[in-house]
């Protein structure tokens, strides 16, 4: 329970100035303050900001009906701030944000939603029911009691914990201290209690790097892959998720002598790379007004700017050259009962692909399934596809993880795209997206994502994304209001195109549609007169109403 204010509070209720659905205010304090805050409805945010000196700040919002200034009633005695936030329903939840001076305590009571503590405070004291409660704090002296009193514990830590503890009645415990040990708080210390009925914890995660599924659990294949990989961001984020695991099984594994990667690693936003001394290179895709590839394009066809200054276009080769495609299918139990449906689909875009290309087949549920290797043979490739195991959970970032760091490393930049036919709703990934998507930015692979909406999740059903009381919580409630976002982020990064398929009959023109794009991509060079290893590049083409889309030429890592 949060404690009552010792002093007799003096109620004030303040003067806001309107803006959108909240109000906003200053209070003139103390260098530290002691602050409480009640909010069963809604959202928590507090913030301990150096620059925030001698005042508080009070910024209270809804999405639905406007915030009035009895719906924030705030009590104030010297530096105790006391402020409890009237409970309205979800609908017309406030969500509040107070920004206070550093090492100021803070207590926070919450039932689902979300609860932020940010910056260096001396103490933070919170309790929700299922609400996640998420710490950014200085790591260098930290004293911590989490607790869960009605479940297994689920949380993510940026640094290594303690084991957990259970106590009688089912309650769970984790708590110790973090960097210097004698440390007091007069001299820096942060003490977090933490305390929560069902939710999760976070410290020092950023909640949109959370996985899906935070229980400890054993690696699946596809993480282990990932890990004996060496790709470090990759490795990192599946460490967080699951200790313990990791670290198990990382003492089985030889030292590794040098870390593999994809492709030499290149910095975010690098689109050219070097040819020659003065010639550089880029690919593109040029699409026309209806989104469909254009092919048969010269070097007259294009106009270079780099550092906006035009720039000679020495030469446009057509990709022709045939392509290693993994195709990466959805069989968990959300599409269980449509497997006769995806085998079909399946075949029907070997059936679209080049004789020449190489094609892998892997499954994905909770963990990845390799149906085949890469292979020209179609019918054998058929066949295999009879050999799928269906049902589970549904991990297609690991899935995605895994053909980054296992196949396509192999190929050492050759050219190579990924195929997903997924209703993208993952649930079981240890990988969490911004971690894909950053691997995905420096493999060079294009992705194609074709999101198929589940049969038992009717489209018409899915509502829209908004703004929810607890962001991370809702993701295991609601996942596949991402899944669109996510498909399209997927293809961006790469390259590549997201396909919404509506209609059975949007599938194979689909199939077509990739195909061509991988038929018509353009590598092009041009005359350069940059010292910088990453101009500014922009191109137009004269084709009418035609779109270019720029991406990196894969480079191979010297053994």
């Known amino acids: ?43 928590v945010s507090v913030i301990a900001s150096e620059e925030q000196q001698k005042k508080v700040t009070i910024d209270a919002k809804s999405t639905g009906a406007a915030v009035a200034a009895e719906d924030v009633k705030v009590e104030t005695k010297g530096s105790d ?5 009237r409970a309205r329903g979800e609908k017309d939840r406030i969500d509040i944000v107070v920004t206070i001076p550093t090492r100021s305590k803070v207590q926070v009571e919450g039932q689902a939603g979300a609860v932020d503590v940010v910056g260096s405070v001396e103490s933070a004291v919170v309790k929700t029911d299922t609400g996640t409660i998420h710490a950014d704090v200085p790591l260098d002296a930290v004293k911590f009691n989490f607790v869960w009193e ?13 084991d957990i503890k259970e106590k009688a009645g089912g309650v769970y415990k984790l708590s110790g201290r973090l960097g210097e040990k004698d440390v007091k708080k007069e001299d820096g210390l ?26 400890e659990r054993p690696l699946t294949e596809a993480a282990r892959a990932i890990v004996r990989s060496g790709d470090s961001e990759l490795v990192e984020a599946i460490r967080k998720v699951s200790p313990k695991m990791f670290g198990d099984y990382a003492k089985t594994l030889p030292p590794i002598e040098k870390e593999p990667s994809l492709v030499s690693r290149t910095p975010p936003g690098r689109i050219v790379s070097a040819v020659a001394p003065q010639l550089m290179r880029f690919n593109a895709s040029v ?10 394009m010269r070097e007259s066809d294009f106009t270079v700017w780099e550092n906006g200054v035009e720039r000679r276009v020495t030469n446009v080769a057509p990709a022709n050259e045939p392509f290693n495609l993994v195709l990466l299918l959805d069989v968990s139990g959300s599409v269980e009962e449509r497997m006769d449906f995806i085998r079909k689909a399946a075949r029907d875009f070997l059936r679209t692909t080049s004789p020449q290309d190489r094609i892998s087949i892997i499954s994905f549920r909770d963990d990845i399934q390799v149906i085949s290797d890469f292979s020209t043979d179609r019918a054998m490739l058929s066949r295999k596809l009879d050999e799928i195991d269906a049902g589970g959970g549904t991990a297609l970032y690991d899935a995605l993880g895994y053909v980054l760091s296992e196949p396509l490393r192999r190929l050492r930049g050759e050219r190579t795209a990924i195929v997903v036919m997924s209703d993208g709703d993952d649930n079981k990934s240890f990988l969490p997206f911004p971690a894909i998507l950053e691997a995905l930015l420096e493999s060079g692979a294009l992705v194609y994502p074709l999101y198929v909406p589940s049969g038992l999740i009717p489209e018409t059903s899915v509502p829209k994304p908004e703004i929810t009381i607890d962001p991370l919580r809702t993701r295991y409630l609601t996942l596949t209001t991402r899944a669109e976002d996510e498909g399209r982020k997927l293809a961006a990064a790469s390259g590549g195109i997201y396909y919404p398929i509506r209609r059975l009959e949007d599938l194979q023109k689909a199939y077509d549609d990739v195909v061509a794009q991988l038929r018509s991509a353009y590598t092009i ?8 290893t990453s101009p500014r590049v922009r191109v137009r083409t004269n084709r009418d109403g035609a779109s270019v889309r720029l991406s990196p030429v894969v480079e191979l890592n010297t053994p």
């Open 1 to 43: 329970m949060i404690r009552a204010l010792t002093v007799i509070p003096v109620l004030i209720f303040l003067c806001f100035s309107a803006f959108a659905q909240g109000y906003k205010t200053e209070l003139e304090t103390p260098e530290k303050v002691s602050l409480v805050v009640k909010n069963l409805d809604g959202r």
């Open 81 to 85: 701030i006391h402020i409890d936030v």
């Open 150 to 162: 009605a479940s297994k514990p689920r949380y993510m830590s940026d640094v290594e914990l303690p």
């Open 190 to 215: 942060v003490a977090l209690d933490f305390r929560t009925q069902r939710g999760v914890v976070l410290l020092n995660i950023d909640p949109e790097r959370a996985p899906a599924d935070l229980r």
């Open 287 to 296: 699409t026309d007004r209806n989104g469909r590839a254009i092919g048969g």
């Open 525 to 532: 060079t041009y005359a350069s007169n940059s010292a910088s």
